[in-house]
């Protein structure tokens, strides 16, 4: 199943499965384009991974690291599936980031690696928008990567058996495609960084962990249309301005 959340063109928020005769809910069947996306899921927090692609790694200048590199977006952050992202208007440069998001489905702590897959919910689209101007400045990163709506995401939570483990992983802008890769890439497998942060961190239903991005990180333009395609899941699309 493919769960999205939305509002009816009646203002009421649903949760529905999308198919391909629209999104079902309360024994209804909604118009994708008559209904406005919601985020599928309100995290507590995402929790993001640095330099987890190779390709990534090397074209920032740096190794991928010997433990994942972890750090916060708040709530704040998120926007959805459709929506107009009005960036800061003080930074030069801010990229795109096509990242595959898991989905937290229960309270947990001390997970293993090998218990992980209890953990997941399911899998979504995100866009890790980066303020590169002020992330090369800071060492936490607030202004770099938590500014409002920097976390598009969505446009719906798939079920995991849905997304192959060789998964292919795209962002396109305008239609050109920037970032091109598969999620077989990751240097640290969804497991492993959810045994990586619930070491530290307690990790709630509804919690996003954003894996990280692939080679081809690019800045936007006002009026970019920006979208982020993950196998099994669908395309995230939202519109950048500036």
């Known amino acids: 199943m ?29 118009d994708v384009d008559a209904v406005e996306f919601l985020p599928p899921v309100s995290p507590s927090k995402i929790v993001c991974v640095g330099l ?52 937290i489905g229960q309270q947990c702590r001390n997970v293993d690696a090998a218990d992980a897959a209890d953990a997941i919910a399911g899998y979504t689209c995100v866009n890790d928008l ?17 500014f409002d709506n920097a976390a598009p995401i969505g446009p719906v939570v798939a079920d995991p058996d849905l997304v192959p483990d060789d998964a292919t992983i795209e962002c396109r802008v305008n239609g050109e495609t920037r970032q091109s890769s598969s999620i077989d890439a990751l240097s640290f497998s969804p497991a492993e960084l959810i045994a990586e942060v619930t070491d530290l961190i307690t990790l709630e239903p509804g ?11 690019s800045p936007l333009a006002d ?9 099994g899941i669908g395309a995230l699309e939202t519109t950048v301005r500036r």
């Open 130 to 146: 980066s303020n590169r101007d002020d992330q090369r400045r800071e060492q936490n990163w607030v202004r770099g990567k938590a």
């Open 207 to 217: 919690d996003v962990i954003a894996t990280g991005t692939p080679a081809g990180v």
């Open 2 to 30: 493919r769960t999205a959340r939305f509002r009816d063109p009646a203002g009421t928020v649903r949760t529905g499965e999308w198919t391909d005769d629209g999104l079902l809910a309360a024994g209804e069947t909604y």
């Open 223 to 231: 009026g970019d249309e920006v979208v982020v395609e993950i196998e």
């Open 52 to 103: 987890n692609y190779a390709d990534h790694a090397a074209e920032s200048g740096n190794e991928v690291p010997d433990r994942p590199l972890l750090f916060l977006k708040p709530p704040n952050t998120l926007s959805a599936h459709g929506d107009t992202v009005t960036l800061p208007t003080g930074p030069d440069r801010i990229d795109h980031e096509a990242e595959l998001g898991v989905v």
